[in-house]
């Protein structure tokens, strides 16, 4: 079935450090991908999305290129800061039109000063 | 404008008891969604509208979960009884049209932690 596998975390990085966080999707289709956030204490907020392959995502420094050659969907920024503290999730639609997101586990980021 | 409002944001209960969660989604959004989140875990779906209309609720546990949004717009989910496994966060969401191209924004609420003792 429809499934996304991120990195598990936590990751714990040095402010100004460059940020890779790893999500692949299964292959049945071309679904829309997605990257949600979650700060501590908040609800989930959709942080970048692409809908076809190739196209690229971006938002607050954060990229993410929808590969399909691969299967994948990596969340990258080159320069963390310690306010990027946060929960990082990767989404996929589900098939079938039933237009449910299907997420990963999340990956817990803690930026230090 | 307002995003998803959610109500209340923790509820804290004894086992058996009942419980009802409200989200009043994004004005003009016709698809309402409810997921639950365990600790450590992401988001599954409980549950989706389209306006009135509940279009997937295969994952709904329907012998104590039930759910309504009556004149698609604000809904109500209700657990009765709860269990100690029903502790986790419960999630609304709404896009505007879920039948869409698939490439409908999702946009949620912050949720209610319920902890059932």
């Known amino acids: 079935g429809d499934s996304v596998t991120q990195m598990e975390g936590p990751v714990t990085l040095s402010e100004e450090a460059f940020l890779t966080i790893n999500c692949t999707y299964t292959a049945t289709g071309y679904p829309s991908l997605f990257w949600y956030v979650q700060y501590p204490g908040e609800g989930l907020q959709l942080l970048l999305k692409a809908t076809k392959a190739d196209d690229k995502g971006s938002n607050k420094g954060f990229e993410a290129t929808y590969r399909k050659e691969t299967t994948s969907f990596h969340l990258e920024k080159g320069s963390v800061q310690v306010s990027d503290s946060a929960v990082y999730f990767c989404a996929r639609l589900s098939q079938g039109g039933s237009e449910k997101l299907v997420f990963g586990k999340g990956t817990k980021l803690t930026v230090n000063p | 404008e307002a995003g998803v409002v959610q109500s209340p944001r923790y509820k804290i209960i004894e086992k058996k008891q009942p419980v009802a969660f409200w989200c009043n989604p994004i004005?003009?959004?016709?698809?309402l969604y409810w997921y639950l989140q365990n600790l450590g875990q992401g988001p599954e779906l409980l549950i989706r509208?389209?306006?009135?209309?509940?279009?997937?609720d295969s994952q709904l546990p329907k012998d104590r979960f039930s759910a309504e949004r009556l004149k698609g717009v604000d809904s109500t989910l209700k657990i009765q009884p709860a269990e100690l496994g029903d502790s986790a966060v419960y999630l609304c969401?709404?896009?505007?049209?879920?039948?869409?191209?698939?490439?409908?924004?999702?946009?949620f609420g912050p949720g209610t932690r319920l902890t059932v003792l």
């Open positions: 004005s003009g959004h016709n698809t």
């Open positions: 509208y389209e306006n009135e209309e509940a279009v997937d």
């Open positions: 969401a709404s896009s505007l049209n879920g039948r869409a191209v698939g490439t409908d924004t999702q946009y």
